[in-house]
């Protein structure tokens, strides 16, 4: 059962309380701190009290509705010294695009990357018409880029530069991107593990090889007045220099053969 407390809705009662014994105090704190008490103590006697009817302490899950970056961090934090429920992270109201996603995965990343936290949420103001599916998206990105879950192969690609003004390697990441996105739920079936694949698309030859290095498979497509080549690195090793209009058929083959010996077939074959 998750017990929620709103701070825009906080009990009356509780938080004139809490004020009225903070006036009085000789070092009073901040209203802000006050209302962020009155947020855990609601959600601990919540808790509390729904022990006492009979709730199991391991079927409550509190959660704190904060819209405030900042007051949503120190709300956790203060929460998860003072008790061991389970803990529903979410930044409420965090507003439209690019607003919300930024102040939701600041806020929960850091918390996340202190071990606060057993389920999360990402609250986003879709646009109109939108997709509500976007929050479940951004969520699993954002747990994926903390390595604390793997949920899809992860596509690495360079920003951009005076280097690379072809957007070769722009439309093929995005290729790339798609194609694993559309083939995963066959993939997940097939291939045990294939979510933990790495690829690299990477614009230039100054740093393209050496990142793509570092993936399981990676390809640096020539850069603005470079040879028309793009060397493909599997798991470190220059296996193959593609040319020609189809590099980006070539290379999708060659990430399915990869897949197929690493996580298919191929690889339970090697392993009699």
Known sequence: MRIGVNWGSLDEELLTRLMDENAAAGSPLGAAAVQREAIIQSALLSAQRAEEIGLGRDKIILSTKVSDVQHLIAVYQDLAARCDYALHLGLTEAGMGTKGVVASSAALGILLQQGIGD??????????????????????????????????????ACPGCGRTTSTTFQTLAQDIEEHLSRSMPEWKERYPGVETLSVAVMGCIVNGPGESKHANIGISLPGTGETPAAPVFVDGQKVATLRGADVAEQFKLMVADYIEKKFGAGKRDAAE
Request: proline content about 8%; hydrophobic content about 35%.
């Open 119 to 156: 389920t999360i949420r990402i609250s986003l103001t879709p646009e109109p018409g939108g997709d509500r599916t976007t929050e479940v998206k951004v969520a699993r990105e954002l747990l994926q880029t903390m390595g604390f879950r793997q949920f899809v192969p992860t596509v690495a």
